[in-house]
């Protein structure tokens, strides 16, 4: 466990490799698992906001969802997450030509409609944020799922944290970024 500042990082987030592998998985973390993802209170009402131009992405079946169900709901954990149709597919997402699977928030982003990429969950993927009364915990979410993300950053040489650097930035600033980096070059130099 590394600490930095009011955060505790686990070290496979800045010792193991990885590097999404959309065009092996197609994007199957849209799809899979027993819940949405999680969403913060400020992040609903953003996305309250730009629905009109999220939905502008999305097909009529999402569409028609998110106007019976909502985009989003509290979980069995007590935490807001995205809904998901009947069939685990995030109520955001767009299903391409190509079967790989895409998010609308994201998508509108990059098309330049809307300033906010998606949400922070989402963004960090593989690293989970636990927060706490006193410090906020990083921890790598190993998934069966992302075993060609593994083989990808392990051929690339990333390492998880570098390739959530935009969305470390994004939750953390970027003091705190080069500052890890400059604690794992540290690390690294004493191993």
């Not at 065009?23 to 730009?50: F, H, M, N, W, Y």
Request: with cysteine.
């Amino acid at each position: 466990m590394i600490i930095h500042g009011d955060t505790l990082i686990g070290d496979e987030i800045v010792k193991s490799h990885f590097a999404c592998d959309v065009a092996r998985c197609k994007g199957a973390c849209c799809i899979e698992g027993d819940k949405g993802a999680p969403v913060t209170s400020d992040e609903v009402e953003t996305i309250q906001e730009l629905l009109p131009v999220i939905k502008e992405e999305l097909s009529q079946e999402h569409i028609d969802f998110i106007e019976e169900f909502g985009f989003y709901e509290t979980d069995h954990d007590g935490e807001l997450v995205t809904t998901c149709l009947d069939d685990g597919k995030c109520c955001f997402v767009v299903e391409q030509a190509n079967g790989v699977l895409s998010c609308g928030i994201e998508n509108a982003y990059y098309k330049k409609k809307i300033d906010f990429i998606k949400p922070i969950s989402c963004h960090l993927y593989p690293v989970r944020i636990r927060e706490f009364e006193t410090y906020t915990a990083l921890n790598y979410h190993q998934w069966f799922l992302c075993g060609d993300a593994c083989a990808k950053g392990d051929r690339e040489q990333i390492k998880i944290y570098e390739f959530v650097e935009t969305a470390l930035r994004r939750r953390f600033g970027d003091v705190w970024y080069d500052e890890l980096k400059e604690l794992v070059a540290q690390m690294n130099s004493q191993s």
